[in-house]
């Protein structure tokens, strides 16, 4: 018996390493050699991005003759906010003493209203406009909500709004409405995303070096304004969706054996985050790699960060990262890395409709890779959490599937 057991470790065929609880761990080279892959990847990437930048200028909606039938707003002032508002209020003042009433022309951000410009990688709002009248029972809470918000704005003071949904929609109204992005509004959110790893940086002007800073990480400061200085030695950016995977890579110190960032949201990605991933991906010109539930949702977040939300299209040249890969957990990993079928979920009919939906959107047409992967997914009907890898080891996340991953630059 010990002599078998003996031949199985030795066994180079074999997918398990000599516990037989870590498949594929055998297949991994050493970190020395996966490491200078990603070298080779992060010095392509500069020196594309250096070549571009002195050849190539960034595409703009003018460049592409859209500035006219689509909207996007840019950083104001302090004081051309308030005039914008001024302006505003008098337009409606006049209005009403002219006995046409008071109502609000505010862009629509409904899903008709969107456009995805393949030149741009990234979805941006058209011109069509919707009144939203004071006199009218559908519509005279939102336009009284816009008015105070106008009200707290104009006086740089945003506070005592109670219902939090119907206030941000109206703030990105607003925004729409004055041609500004929202910070450009003095309006913070509460912080929600952290970072953690290979990144120094300068907040309000105290550095902060992100390799000291526990597992919990950094707070991403939510004014992107107040961040600057940045400096890393990172080899990659690792966008993680949830918080429990963060917490595990952060705990092994995954940073310090392949060098890198890992930034999370914690879910749905919100504007600082956004903001944050951003500047670091231009600034540091690092590779952006994402590791998301293999499910319709986690591709949608993905999708997000990437070309931008629909919500938020008036300002997706601020918000959105390019060229984020897709590293995993994608459904052809399911098999691929033998998850057991106890750890897979079946798909809701909902599940199945929103991966329908997903492939007829044209920025997910435009990557064949992807397609290949929901239709896989809508196909079988399976779904899994990054935490089904947590069968093999709760460190298996770390010591196998991304090394494993990296090494082969198994990416989208």
Same mark, same amino acid.
Not at 39 to 48: E, F, G, K, Y
């Given at each position: 018996?010990?002599?078998?057991?003996?031949?199985?470790?030795?066994?180079?065929?074999?997918?398990?390493?000599?516990?037989?609880?870590?498949?594929?761990?055998?297949?991994?080279?050493?970190?020395?050699?996966?490491?200078?892959?990603?070298?080779d990847l992060t010095a392509s990437l500069r020196s594309s991005s250096s070549s571009s930048s002195s050849s190539f200028k960034t595409l703009t909606l003018t460049d592409l003759s859209l500035a006219d039938t689509c909207?996007?707003?840019?950083?104001?002032?302090?004081?051309?906010?308030?005039?914008?508002?001024?302006?505003?209020?008098?337009?409606?003042?006049?209005?009403?003493?002219?006995?046409?009433?008071?109502?609000?022309?505010?862009?629509?951000?409904?899903?008709?209203?969107?456009?995805?410009?393949?030149?741009?990688?990234?979805?941006?709002?058209?011109?069509?406009?919707?009144?939203?009248?004071?006199?009218?029972?559908?519509?005279?809470?939102?336009?009284?909500?816009?008015?105070?918000?106008?009200?707290?704005?104009?006086?740089?003071?945003?506070?005592?709004?109670?219902?939090?949904?119907?206030?941000?929609?109206?703030?990105?109204?607003?925004?729409?409405?004055?041609?500004? +992005? =929202?910070?450009? %509004?003095?309006?913070?959110?509460? *912080?929600?995303?952290?970072? &953690?790893?290979? $990144?120094?940086? !300068? @907040?309000?002007?105290?550095?902060?070096?992100?390799?000291?800073?526990?597992?919990?990480?950094?707070?991403?400061?939510?004014?992107i304004d107040r961040v600057g200085d940045m400096q890393s030695d990172a080899l990659f950016i690792l966008l993680v969706e949830k918080d429990a995977a963060y917490i595990r890579l952060a705990e092994d110190r995954f940073?310090?054996?392949?060098?890198?960032?890992?930034?999370?949201?914690?879910?749905?990605?919100?504007?600082? +985050? =956004?903001?944050? %991933?951003?500047?670091?991906?231009? *600034?540091?010109?690092?590779? &952006?790699?994402? $590791?998301?539930? !293999? @499910?319709?949702?986690?591709?949608?977040?993905?999708?997000?960060?990437?070309?931008?939300?629909?919500?938020?299209?008036?300002?997706?040249?601020?918000?959105?990262?390019?060229?984020?890969?897709?590293?995993?957990?994608?459904?052809?990993?399911?098999?691929?890395?033998?998850?057991?079928?106890?750890?897979?979920?079946?798909?809701?009919?909902?599940?199945?409709?929103?991966?329908?939906?997903?492939?007829?959107e044209d920025f997910v047409k435009k990557n064949p890779g992807w397609v290949e992967e929901l239709t896989l997914m809508v196909k079988t009907k399976q779904k899994a959490e990054i935490q089904a890898l947590s069968t093999?080891?709760?460190?298996?996340?770390?010591?196998?599937?991304?090394?494993?991953?990296?090494?082969?630059?198994?990416?989208?």
């Amino acid at each position: 018996m010990a002599d078998k057991r003996k031949r199985r470790r030795l066994d180079p065929s074999s997918d398990d390493d000599e516990s037989g609880r870590l498949p594929f761990k055998n297949r991994l080279k050493p970190d020395a050699a996966i490491v200078k892959t990603l070298q080779d990847l992060t010095a392509s990437l500069r020196s594309s991005s250096s070549s571009s930048s002195s050849s190539f200028k960034t595409l703009t909606l003018t460049d592409l003759s859209l500035a006219d039938t689509c909207r996007e707003v840019t950083d104001l002032s302090l004081a051309s906010v308030q005039s914008s508002i001024e302006s505003l209020v008098l337009s409606i003042a006049r209005s009403i003493l002219s006995g046409e009433g008071f109502s609000y022309s505010v862009p629509s951000r409904s899903a008709a209203n969107q456009l995805y410009v393949p030149e741009l990688d990234r979805i941006v709002l058209k011109e069509k406009s919707s009144v939203r009248p004071y006199a009218n029972i559908s519509t005279v809470r939102k336009t009284a909500i816009t008015t105070r918000i106008l009200q707290l704005i104009h006086q740089l003071c945003l506070k005592s709004i109670h219902d939090q949904t119907q206030s941000d929609s109206v703030l990105d109204d607003v925004s729409c409405m004055l041609g500004c +992005t =929202r910070s450009s %509004l003095n309006v913070i959110a509460a *912080e929600k995303g952290v970072v &953690v790893g290979r $990144l120094i940086f !300068s @907040d309000n002007g105290d550095m902060i070096d992100c390799t000291k800073m526990g597992m919990g990480g950094k707070a991403i400061p939510p004014n992107i304004d107040r961040v600057g200085d940045m400096q890393s030695d990172a080899l990659f950016i690792l966008l993680v969706e949830k918080d429990a995977a963060y917490i595990r890579l952060a705990e092994d110190r995954f940073y310090n054996r392949f060098p890198c960032i890992i930034v999370t949201a914690k879910g749905q990605p919100d504007v600082a +985050t =956004r903001l944050f %991933l951003r500047k670091m991906k231009m *600034e540091l010109k690092l590779p &952006v790699l994402a $590791l998301v539930d !293999s @499910d319709p949702y986690g591709l949608k977040i993905l999708s997000v960060y990437g070309c931008g939300s629909k919500n938020m299209s008036y300002d997706s040249a601020n918000l959105t990262t390019p060229d984020i890969k897709w590293l995993g957990i994608r459904p052809s990993d399911l098999d691929k890395y033998k998850i057991p079928e106890q750890c897979r979920l079946p798909m809701t009919e909902q599940d199945i409709k929103t991966g329908k939906d997903m492939l007829e959107e044209d920025f997910v047409k435009k990557n064949p890779g992807w397609v290949e992967e929901l239709t896989l997914m809508v196909k079988t009907k399976q779904k899994a959490e990054i935490q089904a890898l947590s069968t093999f080891g709760f460190q298996y996340l770390s010591e196998v599937y991304l090394p494993l991953k990296l090494q082969q630059q198994d990416w989208l």
